[in-house]
């Protein structure tokens, strides 16, 4: 089949492109010619990339229109971000593609209430980036159920491996977090670190992808959440990542989130308070019952890759 992967020179994509090549698909990757995929793999030399700024062709009303015009069978949408750019995209693809998949997020539950969460509990979402993809899945499932457009929404969680900014156990991006645990300094922790985080490998939401796709039937019209088996806290990934390193336990102090805020530069500061605010923690059993979707990696195991990666390319010293 002929695939369109929009946005798959990302994380994912690095994983995906190759599992479709290796699957018989012919591949066309639209990107807007600024990165490479984080991992070499022999597969890209079989892909067709083909350069498009989405933005400015959103603007344009112009970019469901280019997409159709490669005819493909499925559709790949890795970085839609607003519903307007998504109902265009979906409005061009009407009657034209076997299987469209977007990719949303965890996001879409919004603050965790009943956990681990489930796909069928009702949409809460709180911040711009989890409003509009909670919107885009409505859409989407409406679409799917009522105009009969053949679409899956995929929903990861915090996505890690080799090379990608990873969220740590101070609930951030900051790789200085890791090697604070490594020598065994304090790590201030924000409330008593019991908030939790849910990581998944890029290589099991790709295989996410791959599944639904090999199960149409059951895919379509559904969405899915993709992450390791368990969600984890704070306080015990903090530890788990100091074992790493030979300590007993990570040397831990704890701070109420308004002294804490004031201790750590201010992107820092957002980034963690929009992971221990949604927290979250969710159930993957529909997607292992629908799609057959396995994750190799545990948390930990997926989290320990990246750390690796960032020691052997010293991007941290510890």
Request: proline share 5%.
């Amino acid at each position: 089949m002929r695939v369109v992967i929009i946005g798959g020179t990302g994380h994912v994509g690095t994983y995906l492109v190759p599992f479709l090549i290796e699957a018989g698909h012919e591949v066309i990757c639209i990107t807007r010619g600024n990165s490479q995929p984080y991992v070499p793999h022999a597969a890209w030399d079989s892909v067709t990339f083909v350069t498009i700024d989405r933005e400015k062709a959103d603007s344009e009303k112009t970019f469901g229109q280019q997409i159709r015009d490669f005819e493909a069978d499925i559709v790949i949408d890795m970085i839609c971000f607003t519903l307007e750019s998504c109902q265009q995209l979906v409005e061009a693809l009407h009657g034209t593609v076997q299987h469209f998949l977007h990719c949303g997020s965890l996001w879409i539950h919004g603050h965790s209430a009943i956990v681990p969460a489930t796909e069928d509990l009702p949409r809460e979402p709180f911040g711009e980036y989890g409003i509009q993809k909670s919107l885009i899945e409505r859409y989407l499932m409406r679409e799917a159920r009522l105009n009969g457009f053949p679409a899956t929404a995929i929903h990861p969680g915090h996505i890690t491996g080799p090379g990608y900014p990873t969220v740590n156990p101070q609930g951030n991006r900051d790789n200085r977090v890791f090697e604070t645990i490594a020598k065994g300094e304090i790590l201030i922790l924000p409330n008593i670190g019991m908030e939790t985080v849910h990581h998944v490998h890029g290589e099991d939401v790709a295989q996410s992808f791959m599944k639904a796709i090999n199960n149409w039937s059951t895919s379509v019209g559904e969405s899915f959440h993709v992450v390791s088996p368990t969600a984890i806290t704070l306080r015990g990934f903090a530890h788990a990542v100091a074992r790493w390193f030979g300590h007993a336990k990570a040397n831990i102090e704890f701070l109420p989130w308004e002294e804490f805020r004031k201790i750590v530069d201010k992107e820092v500061a957002e980034n963690t308070w929009d992971h221990i605010a949604h927290s979250p923690n969710a159930n993957i059993e529909k997607a292992r019952r629908l799609i057959g979707y396995e994750p190799r990696y545990s948390s930990l195991q997926a989290v320990k890759e990246n750390v690796d990666w960032l020691i052997t390319n010293k991007k941290i010293s510890v």
